[in-house]
C-alpha cells in the first residue's frame, strides 16, 4: 500500500526529524520526502499493514507542519 501526502516541510531537517519520527512509531512503513515537488510530498509505503492516514497527519502537525492525503 502507497500513500501519498502533499505537506508544508521546505527544509531538509525538518523532513529528516519528521522521518525519524514515523520510523519510530510505525516501523513497518517506508517514508520519504520529495521537497522538490510543489506539494512538498510525503511518500509512505508498506507491505505489511494498512496505512493509518489519520495518525500521519496528527504526527506531522505535532511538529508545526501540515499534510493533507492526496
Known sequence: MIEVFATN???EGKAKRILTQIEEVFPAYIANFDLEDCDKILRI??????????????????????????
Open 45 to 70: 509505503e508498506t507491505e505489511q499493514t494498512m496505512i493509518d492516514t489519520k495518525s500521519i497527519i496528527q504526527l506531522v502537525n505535532e511538529m508545526n507542519g501540515e499534510a493533507s492525503l492526496l
Open 9 to 11: 516541510i521546505t527544509s
